[in-house]
């Protein structure tokens, strides 16, 4: 697996939450022989027993079990240990959900029958960041003290915590969230806003956010990305330079020497991939 993606240019990779625990030790050989350099890791990483045996439930920061909430602290601290041992520099999180309904898949059905503009979609739209408002609160506290709590953790480890944004609306945080989350954390050097390029460009899509104002607001906490592209309205994942994503537009606004990690769906073409990677690094001059 890592032998095909230095054969595609990249020299460094993010570990993802998919990642099965009997790869670490290849993955530990090749570290320790510097035939790769580990960027960051995907939490929670290795993949838990959990979702092997898919029975993950709500193991999130935000849950409102005790016993979910411990276990994905427990997971986490796990993971920022394998960070220490890889050498990488960050792990990534999201904060979970909230008590919502997959109300950001209703909105998408309407786009795509090209009705973005219509009177059901506005006062569905509406409705939904009333609700989403309203039922996220508890949620975010809680998701909120288990992120302090890793943190903590995160900083006697020397390892940064990268909160990601997601592509639902019903998911913590918000815009609104994680503004007011990073300003909470505005002096804490090992956190910081980890962007999502085909997230963001979905939830623009729906008319919820604007890319590139999105990005000049968060440009102070920006720490990493994740770099895909997006077909429209919502088809993520899809190899850069491939989709709608006006790149020129914003990649002047990425701060210089943080990572940029090609997330992109495993059934990607190796060949798209390969005749993507040096486009890219001559319009933008970034490996």
Known sequence: MLGEIRTMGFESIELGSNLKISQLPGIRRLHQRKRIRITALRNF?????EAIAQQYGRCEFSSAET??????????????DYAKELDAEF??????????????NRLVKYVQRNEIHSRDYVRHKLAGVKLREKVGRKD?????????WVVNYAAK????I????RRAYESLPNEREMV??????????????????????VKANLGLINHRQWLEKMEPFIIGCHLHDVQWPDKTHCVPLSGMIEFDE?????????????????????ADIKQALPVWEQKFGIK
């Not at 990483?45 to 027993?49: A, D, V």
């Not at 792990?91 to 109300?103: C, F, N, W």
Request: aromatic fraction near 8%; glycine fraction near 4%; charge should be neutral.
């Open 162 to 165: 990268g909160v990601t944004m």
């Open 91 to 104: 792990v990534i999180v999201d904060l979970g959900q909230t008590a919502m309904d997959e109300y950001t």
């Open 180 to 201: 007011e989350l990073m300003k909470d954390y505005e002096k804490n050097p090992f956190v910081g806003y980890w962007h999502d390029f085909g997230s963001a460009q």
């Open 140 to 148: 975010l506290q809680r998701a909120k003290e288990s992120l302090d």
């Open 157 to 160: 480890k020397q390892v940064k």
């Open 250 to 270: 914003l990649m002047d606004i990425i701060p210089s020497r943080i990572p940029i990690v090609w997330e992109l769906d495993s059934s990607r073409r190796k």
């Open 45 to 49: 990483c290795p993949s838990p027993i």
């Open 67 to 80: 016993k979910d909430r411990e276990r994905a602290k427990q997971l986490t601290l796990q993971t920022i």
